[in-house]
Structure formats: C-alpha cells, structure tokens
C-alpha cells in the first residue's frame, strides 16, 4: 500500500512504543521535544507518522496536522490527514515546523522523504528527526538478535549519515541531543536498575545514546532578510548621530590645536 509493505507500518512500532523498553524510549523523547518545540514559532507544523501520539503537544503553533499513510485501527481520530510522507499534499514553503519520529528507519526510500520534507518547508524552517543509533547498544541488540519486528526490522541511520543527508539539502543542525544509555531490555525492573547510565552516559560514552534528536534549520544560501523600513530607519539615525558626535570631537580637537 503506497510503496509501504504491512512490517513497515508505523503501528508495529507504536505496540513496541507500549512495552516497557518502548516507554523508556518515548519519554526520553518526548521529554526532548516538551523542551525544544515551544521555542520554536510559526503558523503551521507537521507530525509525519506516530498520530496515536501527540508529540507536539508543547508546541505554541495552533495549526498542527498529524500525518499518516494509513488507517489503523484506533487511531482513526488522531490522523488529520491520510498521505504517503513522500508526496505530500501541502503547498510548497507553507510549513514552519515538521517532526519526523523515526519515519526515516522505515521509509522505502528516505532521501525522497527528505526532499518533499524540503520542499513544503520554509526558509529558516525547523526539522527535527527522531532515530535510532545504529551505533549504540539498540544498534548491536538489532544487529545481534531477531530483526523480525519493530523497531529491529528497521534500518537504523547513523548520526554521520544523517548530518551529511541534511546538509545536502541545505540543512543546517542547529541542535542535538543523544539519549537511552539503558541496555535494551524487556524488563522494567532491569531498565530500572541500569538507568543511572542516563546520568553519565552523556558524559563518559556521548555518541552511544540509543536514540538522536536532531533539530535542523533550512538555509537558502544568498537569502536577504529584508528589516521592516522603522527599523531601517531607526539604523539610519543612529549612523548619522555618531557621524556628527566624531565631527564635533574632530572639530573640538583642531580648536585645541590652533590654540
């Protein structure tokens, strides 16, 4: 169904998102996001995939849409709007703010993502990717053990590869942040015990984080922001105050001088 086979559907990781390893992995990020996106204004944002989840729920722009390619069960009311992430049906620079949860690990191709994501932003518009770090224990647990179900049957995108992808776009990362220094265990107990890593994982092994939070800024290179004219103007008077003070400090001096 629109280029997505039925192991790749979001819902597969939204079940995971409800297990024990699957919350630890959501709060951390939705503790980000709760941090990042009221910082960030505009009129319109985007949420690509997840639309059980209302990751944007901090953010201060009113117009939120939560996009999906298909029609899960239960999550009939959160989707706003049905539409492969790859052709979107929203104008061209029309959007301030997209947040992409993980829809790169399953989409058939993510660079096309990324450039119809570039396409519908905005210059100086914000993009944030969420994703698995393939190089961290979550890679390792999905390299050794079963890659049959989400979010293991992923293809997990490493931080390098991501950055060089944004920057081809003309992506700018603006922000960062690593985090799930947990083993990757079903139990809640055990990931209990090994969340003292949270603590110093940032500090002692930084790039192992299991999950990457990335907010990135689209540049348009040779873009001019125009100031409005009172501001202008405002510049304008201040030259010329200090342009007369130095005459006056010039002339000042060639008095003392003459004396």
């Known amino acids: 169904m629109d280029g997505m086979d039925d192991r790749n559907k979001p819902a597969s990781l939204h079940d995971w998102l409800s297990t024990p390893l699957g919350a630890y992995v959501l ?3 939705q503790h980000w996001l ?6 960030i204004f505009g009129y319109h944002a ?14 201060r722009i009113v117009h939120r849409l939560r996009i999906d390619p298909f029609t899960q069960v239960g999550a009939e009311q959160s989707v706003h709007l049905r539409a492969r992430f790859a052709e979107l049906p929203i104008a061209t620079h029309s959007v301030d703010l997209a947040v992409l949860p993980h829809v790169l690990e399953f989409a058939d191709d993510p660079h096309e993502v990324l450039r119809e994501i570039d396409r519908v932003m905005i210059p100086e ?3 944030i990717i969420i994703g698995f770090n393939p190089w961290s224990l979550f890679g390792l647990r999905r390299v ?13 995108v490493s931080l390098i590869r991501m950055k060089d992808w944004l ?3 003309g992506f700018d990362v603006a922000d960062g942040h690593l985090a799930c220094y947990a083993p990757p265990m079903k139990s809640e107990k055990w990931l209990k015990r090994w969340r003292f890593l949270d603590r110093t994982g940032g500090r002692w092994w930084g790039v192992a984080g299991g999950v990457y939070m990335l907010q990135a800024v689209k540049r348009v290179r040779g873009m001019r922001i125009i100031t409005p004219a009172w501001s202008q103007q ?10 007369k003070r130095q005459e006056a400090a ?3 001096s060639h008095l003392t001088l003459i004396k």
Do not use: H, I, N, Y
């Open 27 to 29: 709060d951390r990020e």
């Open 34 to 39: 709760d941090q990042t996106t009221p910082d």
């Open 46 to 59: 985007l949420q690509l995939g997840l639309p059980q989840l209302d990751l944007l729920r901090e953010s």
């Open 125 to 127: 518009g914000r993009l």
């Open 144 to 156: 050794l053990g079963r890659a049959d179900a989400a979010p293991w049957d992923g293809r997990f």
């Open 167 to 169: 920057s081809l776009l």
């Open 234 to 243: 405002k510049v304008e008077r201040k030259f010329a105050a200090a342009a």
């Open 250 to 252: 010039r002339s000042s």
